[in-house]
């Protein structure tokens, strides 16, 4: 091939169709737990975190709720991911090889919202959301009182797992989307790049990052995954309330677990029958989904 302006739009043109070809190929899993919000700046403020009100009867004038002026921010961070191919290769029509480097650029893509949304669901009691407590705290204040998203045991913690609700538009997790993936190139004859090391340059860079929505939406549990700690789970959840008393509704749909618990997952929501035969209560009662960014 000679290498010229042509050549070089043709080559890239056939290095993103690979690109886009494994975008599509990766499976997603992120926008499960998470909502994405776009972003136009360096970061977000979420005010309005934290302030559930509940419909009241109208009996005279509104009233206004006031929400809740927290000033939770996510920052976004940019990622990258660059690869070379050499010039000598282009020439000699050897660029063929590289066509499963950039499906795998596009599908390593693909897959990074779900690591950066699961790898912030695992480090959940120790990052702090909007009320300044850990995403996973025995006390977040409600009102005058306080209120636990997690169940653990007395001792001896088993690997935790998570009880979901995906259901209302504000979910447990937030994806913050500035830049999206796009694969770019730096290959003209008279970037220092190619000038001094013959090496044409492809790369993917995006801004995002992620923080965390409702605590209220998420329970972390470290006891054994079974129907009885599933059941205290579920209760646990359905127990929230507002700052004025009102129930929340919460009603649990998804169970996330790592790939060691899914035997287990299975038997509390998968099996019809449980271990003696008996009709198992909780089939169907949440859906099943296994991470392996919980690992």
């Known amino acids: 091939m000679v290498i010229n302006k042509t050549s070089l739009d043709a080559l890239f043109k056939a290095f993103n169709m690979a690109f886009q070809s494994g975008l599509g190929m990766a499976e997603s899993h992120y926008d499960k737990v998470s909502m994405t919000i776009p972003s136009a700046t360096a970061a977000n403020t979420y005010p309005w975190l934290g302030k559930l009100p509940s419909m009241r009867e109208w009996l005279g004038d509104r009233v206004i709720e006031n929400l809740a002026l927290h000033d939770y921010t996510i920052k976004n961070k940019a990622f990258e991911q660059t ?33 950066l949304v699961f790898t912030a669901l695992a480090g959940g009691h120790e990052n702090s959301c909007f009320d300044k407590k850990p995403f996973f705290a025995k006390d977040h204040p409600v009102g005058e009182t306080t209120a636990s998203n997690l169940l653990a045991p007395s001792s001896n913690p088993k690997t935790p797992w998570y009880l979901l609700c995906t259901r209302r538009p504000i979910r447990p997790l937030i994806f913050q989307r500035r830049k999206p993936y796009n694969l770019r190139r730096l290959d003209r004859p008279e970037d220092e790049n190619v000038f ?32 009885a700690s599933y059941a205290e789970a579920r209760a646990l959840m359905s127990s929230y309330r507002n700052e004025a008393g009102t129930p929340l509704g919460l009603v649990p749909n998804l169970l996330v677990v790592p790939p060691t618990l899914e035997s287990a997952a299975r038997k509390v929501v998968v099996a019809a029958t449980a271990a003696n035969g008996a009709t198992n209560e909780w089939a169907g009662s949440a859906e099943l989904l296994v991470s392996p960014w919980l690992a």
């Open 196 to 227: 001094m090391r013959d090496e044409y340059l492809y790369g993917v860079d995006a801004r995002v990052n992620v923080g965390y929505g409702l605590w209220q939406t998420a329970v972390r549990c470290t006891k054994d995954l079974d129907a």
């Open 83 to 115: 690869v070379g191919v050499r010039g000598s290769d282009i020439e000699d029509d050897q660029y063929g090889v590289y066509q499963p480097l950039f499906q795998d650029l596009g599908n390593q893509a693909a897959i990074h919202p779900n690591q």
